[in-house]
């Protein structure tokens, strides 16, 4: 195999490889979006053939029908999260192992295998903030079921409330909480690999490749391209990160950020920023 066709193996299995995991990454959004709704029906149809004046002897039936409804929400939210996240880290294995084997570098079984505790860490951390968010939601309807039952709003006042509760902010904390640990997962396996990788694969770096939102963070896209050793911190806006969603950055460097840092060999080289290219 000539290094021209070495690079566009290694290019075309890598592009695959990155929509599989964005593919993987939005089925896994839809299906939390997909509990949200369930519940907002649920809890909607109680609120609307419950009595208008929310009698104090009916508001504890109601809320602990809602309160079921939201223990359920929380446990399947959990656990379409820790299947993301596994998926998600798994995909960043593959973005490495999948790009060198396709240009004849094999490295299953021969580089160490990387360590998967800090996966169980970040499942641990995004099981409670999901379950934070539902929490809240919960916290969020009860209080609206006792304003109206104190008569300071009406009952379809307390409907509009709710759904906007269950379909805009607590909804976007979800979301939003589930698509930057997916990408946490994915950039830390993905480094890992790598580092593994590079014990066996000569010449292995990485490079910064920016998100394809419409809006990325300047100083991300400016970055795109970077190239470093895999010892070395890629410079972000000034800042040192290792790579995207480094727990070491700051914040609001790592939430919502869809960058990747993917492998790169000194021997193939980038022709234009801002794509994965094929070779020429």
Known sequence: MTNSERRKAFNKALRKAIADYENQTAESLLALNAILNSAREQIVFRLRRSPSDYDLYLLPALEAQIGAIMTGVSRQSVSVAQQALASGWLAGELIVDAPLSAAGVAINGIAPAIDTRQLLALQH????????????????????????????????????????????????????????????????????????????????????????????????????????????????????????????????????????????????????????????
């Not at 307390?158 to 939003?176: C, F, K, P, Q, S």
């Not at 990408?183 to 593994?196: C, D, F, G, T, V």
């Not at 050793?229 to 990160?241: A, R, S």
Request: glycine fraction near 8%; charged fraction near 20%.
């Open 125 to 280: 951390v995004t099981t409670n903030k999901i379950q934070g968010v539902t929490s809240a939601m919960a916290t969020n309807i009860n209080t609206q079921l006792g304003l109206v039952m104190m008569g300071v709003q009406s009952s379809d006042t307390a409907v509009t409330v709710i759904t906007n509760i269950l379909d805009e902010t607590d909804r976007g904390r979800a979301l939003g909480i589930l698509r930057t640990e997916i990408s946490r997962a994915n950039s830390i396996a993905s480094h890992l690999r790598k580092l593994s990788a590079a014990t066996v694969v000569p010449g292995m770096q990485k490079q910064w490749r920016r998100s394809g939102r419409k809006h990325p963070r300047a100083s991300h896209s400016f970055a795109d391209g970077q190239v470093q050793d895999m010892d070395k911190p890629f410079m972000i806006g000034g800042v040192p990160m290792m790579h995207p969603h480094d727990p070491a950055a700051p914040i609001g460097e790592v939430i919502n950020c869809g960058c990747q840092a993917l492998p790169y060999m000194k021997s193939w080289t980038m022709s234009r920023p801002g794509a994965i290219e094929d070779a020429t």
